[in-house]
């Protein structure tokens, strides 16, 4: 039998944060505490993550760390387009254990315990469905 739930059922839905980046520091001077920023560029066309160029951001500059910061086996989302040659507007990837600051543009599904599994709603979210 088929149950058909809202999203924001069985995952908490977050936004990434509005950092400046006059802020982002180069990974050589990150100190212990602060973080590799993800970006809308972090995403893959068609679902996916992929690594690029880390800023990273001081931990001073973490206002509310736990709605900014990842968990493991979060879900990160692009929620607006970057430009026409790169739409990533809804793709998503799933992170496994690595911590970030999630930046603006970029949303966080965090898939509640018990409710959902975390591979399979990644996988969902980037299907044709």
Not at 30 to 49: C, E, H, Q, R, Y
Not at 64 to 69: H, L, R, T
């Amino acid at each position: 039998m088929t149950q058909t739930v809202l999203l924001g059922d069985i995952a908490e839905i977050l936004n990434g944060a509005a950092f400046s980046s006059r802020d982002f520091i180069a990974k050589e001077q990150a100190i212990k505490g602060d973080l590799p920023v993800f970006k809308m560029g972090n995403l893959s066309i068609g679902g996916g993550i992929r690594r690029g160029k880390d800023d990273y951001i001081p931990a001073s500059k973490l206002v509310k760390a736990d709605k900014q910061v990842t968990q493991p086996r979060d879900i990160l989302m692009c929620m607006t387009d970057m430009k026409s040659s790169m739409n990533l507007l809804g793709y998503s990837g799933q992170i496994k254990d690595e911590v970030f600051a999630v930046n603006q543009r970029v949303g966080i599904i965090r898939p509640k315990e018990n409710l959902v599994n975390p591979d399979f709603l990644s996988y969902y979210l980037n299907s044709p469905d």
